[in-house]
């Protein structure tokens, strides 16, 4: 996106806001309905992406990817969404008096306590076998989300040496869970 237009945007300019809104509401969207799988709750979540960034447009800091920022505004208010009671999700229901003991509960189910277990102990495994560079650079490109380009820059190297340092991140874990299920089997 040209560098006017994200600036204009952040001084608060209509058209560009017009301009952002017009090339990123169809890909946010389908990431929101993805996300959701709920038309209208998508469409609402949507607006309220845009909402964010035009209210918080000034908290955008020139030298960093603007997609990268809108997009974490994106994953950020999915992911507060998910975190509100079932009730507070779906306006529809909100009208319906629910019986208590038929609301769902706030406490964590079974389920969910075994994969965050199961998380931890992937992230420990993970921190044992990478280098602090292997494990930064795949927390930029799988969490953050950056294009190889923008890890580049970050720190200081090649957009292949990114590409490559990946990759051997990647292949490094792929060893290491071949041999978690070598000594399984023994």
């Known amino acids: ?3 006017e237009t994200i600036e204009a945007f952040q001084r608060g300019e209509n058209w560009a806001f017009t301009e952002i809104y017009r090339r990123f509401l169809k890909p946010i969207q389908s990431y929101v309905g993805m996300k959701v799988q709920n038309e209208s709750i998508a ?3 949507t607006q309220e ?8 447009s000034s908290s955008y800091q020139l ?3 603007f997609t990268t920022w809108l997009w974490t505004i994106a994953r950020n208010t999915v992911a507060d969404f998910r975190k509100r009671p079932l009730l507070e999700q779906s306006p529809h229901l909100q009208d319906h008096q629910v019986p208590a003991e038929d609301a769902p509960g706030l406490d964590p189910d079974a389920e969910a306590l075994v994969e965050r277990r199961s998380l931890r102990r992937m992230i420990f495994r993970i921190s044992r076998v990478l280098s602090p560079l292997q494990r930064r650079i795949l927390w930029m490109r799988i969490v953050v989300q950056l294009p190889y380009q923008e890890i580049a820059k970050r720190l200081g190297m090649t957009a292949a040496a990114a590409r490559c340092l990946v990759h051997r991140a990647k292949a490094e ?9 070598m000594i399984e089997l023994l």
């Open 1 to 3: 996106m040209k560098d």
């Open 43 to 45: 469409q609402e979540l």
């Open 49 to 56: 992406i845009f909402l964010k960034a035009f209210r918080f």
């Open 63 to 65: 030298g960093f990817a």
């Open 173 to 181: 874990l792929q060893l290491e869970k071949m041999h978690d299920a």
